[in-house]
């Protein structure tokens, strides 16, 4: 695990375009410090993760492995969730069917996913999905 997080550490330090030295600067620890996080062999602090996060690094991805999600993708993710719901609805509606509002989630939540995967668009795949319901 701490090889992974140095890796992780390293890439956003990277992606930030700093060296070791100016980040370490930055987070007020010792080059040979940074440099150990980075190779694996010591495990950065909070205190030093909570600083290098004021600048701009993703510490859920270097602890976690995960992105922490922008405001720009949330946004598009909640668009894509709104032409789910909203799709299923019209094809419900053109069919004359109703769903029970568990079964419905559910159906929107396979829908949304679909289409954030890049497997169609949320009209199509919905009036499909009535259809075979």
Known sequence: MKLEIGSRLREERERLGLSQAQLAKIA???TRTQVAWEQGEQTPNAVYLAV???HGM????????????????IQKDVLLAFDAFQALDEALAAAKKVMPADK?????????????SGD?????????????A
């Open 28 to 30: 007020g620890t010792a």
């Open 120 to 132: 169609g668009q949320a009209a199509p795949l919905a009036k499909l999905l009535i259809k075979a």
């Open 58 to 73: 993703d510490v859920q991805y270097v602890v976690t492995g995960q992105r922490t999600l922008g405001l720009e993708q």
């Open 104 to 116: 419905k989630r559910l159906a929107a939540e396979a829908l949304y996913q679909a289409v954030k």
């Open 52 to 54: 290098v996060s004021q």
